[in-house]
């Protein structure tokens, strides 16, 4: 195993390999051989190089103590100076990680993050340090760039720099740390679409909305067009937490595995449109109007035609209404989209009991 994989696999787990989470601490670790059947991993060529170029960085560093502590003056907390050292890890090799989300820091959970015992981490773990300089201001979750799939919760300070990450398998392990640990709900992260701005010289894409008056015969009530830089970050969320990718390995003749591969081609082709600024339209695709629904209700579309009136209307014009249907144990709900005349643009299940 090579410097920088035995150094990924310590990234996901660092309490687990090294205890106290300092650049000492991992060193130490990398440096004894009997741990693992490698050699001193310090002693590589591969390691080597990327001393020098630390050394280029922050000025001649002799001993890996000495790299210590020129990293380690570079922020308040040993903690946060071993997370630092990962990102630099990062940019000698050269690797970006993708940003699923980001949402600002906000004190709706009244947690004091001065005291260990508010810290925010007392329903995950028992044993809590003090943090007497953690200031969260941003919250990210990312998709790292390493062999192995792992997601990453990142709690970053006003400077932008990480003062605390916790790693996940799935995209809704780390969802759940940030809701547990910092009170974020998943809602937060699933609609970061709402935040992006509607450019309507942008490319867009265009699909009719049909009734199913049986199962052989639809009715088109209208068509909708709405821009397709909001229907990619859709399509991205949900690749990632329902694990799409996964699905592509189940056997060809499951339904898992039809969806992954028309819903994978669908961002792939609306990612194209994207960059050669073409728009698109889709008169058959049934995953279009199940995504693009959260598009339509959050008023983040172009326009909306209505068939039987043979008007356009804008966000904020057609009326939205919940609705719910049986009692009991046997319950189901959704919303509702009227244009201004009463005609039903759009009616979809959200929920069931």
Known sequence: MRVFEIIDKIRRRPGFYIGDLSLTNLFAYLADDSLRPETNVLDSKEFYQFHSWLSKKFGTCSTQNDLAKKIESQR?????????????VD????????VLGRIRYHKKTNNDFSSPKHFGLKKISKKVKHFSNFHPAFFLIRKLSLRKKVYEFVVLNQLEEIVHTKSGKRLFDVLMYGEEAFGIDSSEWTE?????????KAPCF??????NEHPDKAIKIGEVTSPIAHMVSILNWE??????????????DTGRYH????????????EKSLVLGENMHFPQNEYVPFFASRLLFSGKFMKIFCDKCKEEY?????KIST???????????????DCPKGHTLYSIREWNT
Do not use: C
Request: no cysteine; charged share 30%; glycine share 6%.
């Open 76 to 88: 308040k907390e040993k903690k946060e100076a071993l997370l630092y050292f990962f990102e630099l």
């Open 91 to 98: 940019e000698y090799r050269g690797i970006q990680h993708r």
């Open 192 to 200: 970061q679409y709402r935040s992006i701005p509607i450019n309507k």
């Open 206 to 211: 265009s699909y009719p909305i049909l009734r």
């Open 239 to 252: 690749i990632d937490y329902e694990d799409y990718e996964e699905f592509i390995k189940t056997p060809q």
């Open 259 to 270: 969806d992954a591969i028309a819903i994978l081609k669908l961002k792939e082709e609306m």
């Open 314 to 318: 804008v966000p904020g014009e057609p």
């Open 323 to 337: 609705w719910s249907r049986g009692s009991g144990l046997a319950v189901y709900a959704g919303r509702t989209m």
